[in-house]
């Protein structure tokens, strides 16, 4: 965040997660909110422009990033934190291996109105194409096969 605050001094950071150490929470400032758990994060995503995860280390498919991208708030995050994912192009731009990198996206689509939008829109038709009931349907068609019908039952003993 001070490599974003250099760029603009006006964005904050609200710090969201569940079991935030007490010493972190005094650690904040200079634009950064220790907000800690929330139920809801729908709160949070009515009063920012984007998400960040910059993570460096985990497996699998993040969640925090499919809940950004389905609430239509772009996602700045960390080839860790894009991990399992097949973003489109649009969206793979937004994944930075620095925190130069992560500092000039969080500015640049914080900042651009259009960028921010079309960044949005996106997320959203990912979200709809990878992970619709369809697409799940058709990712445990794919691992598990076809299923078969089941066979007429009959109120006669089998022999």
């Given at each position: 965040?001070?490599?974003?605050?250099?760029?603009?001094?006006?964005?904050?950071?609200?710090?969201?997660?569940?079991?935030?150490?007490?010493?972190?929470?005094?650690?904040?400032?200079?634009?950064?909110?220790?907000?800690?758990?929330?139920?809801?994060?729908?709160?949070?995503?009515?009063?920012?422009?984007?998400?960040?995860?910059?993570?460096?280390?985990?497996?699998?498919?993040?969640?925090?990033?499919?809940?950004?991208?389905?609430?239509g708030l772009?996602?700045?995050?960390?080839?860790?934190?894009?991990?399992?994912?097949?973003?489109?192009?649009?969206?793979?731009?937004?994944?930075?291996?620095?925190?130069?990198?992560?500092?000039?996206?969080?500015?640049?689509?914080?900042?651009?109105?259009?960028?921010?939008e079309v960044?949005?829109?996106?997320?959203?038709?990912?979200?709809k194409t990878?992970?619709?009931?369809?697409?799940?349907?058709?990712?445990?068609?794919?691992?598990?096969?076809?299923?078969?019908?089941?066979?007429?039952?009959?109120?006669?003993?089998?022999?």
């Open positions: 965040m001070p490599r974003a605050r250099r760029r603009n001094p006006h964005i904050e950071c609200l710090l969201v997660g569940s079991d935030m150490p007490e010493h972190l929470r005094r650690l904040c400032k200079n634009g950064v909110i220790p907000i800690g758990y929330l139920e809801d994060l729908a709160e949070i995503f009515d009063r920012v422009r984007l998400t960040v995860a910059p993570l460096t280390y985990g497996a699998g498919i993040k969640g925090k990033v499919i809940d950004s991208l389905s609430a772009p996602c700045v995050c960390t080839p860790i934190a894009a991990e399992g994912l097949d973003l489109p192009k649009t969206l793979r731009a937004y994944i930075a291996k620095s925190a130069d990198e992560l500092a000039a996206l969080i500015c640049n689509i914080h900042d651009d109105e259009q960028v921010n960044s949005g829109r996106a997320g959203l038709e990912y979200v990878a992970f619709s009931n369809e697409a799940l349907d058709a990712a445990m068609l794919g691992v598990l096969g076809p299923v078969a019908s089941p066979q007429p039952t009959s109120d006669k003993p089998q022999s």
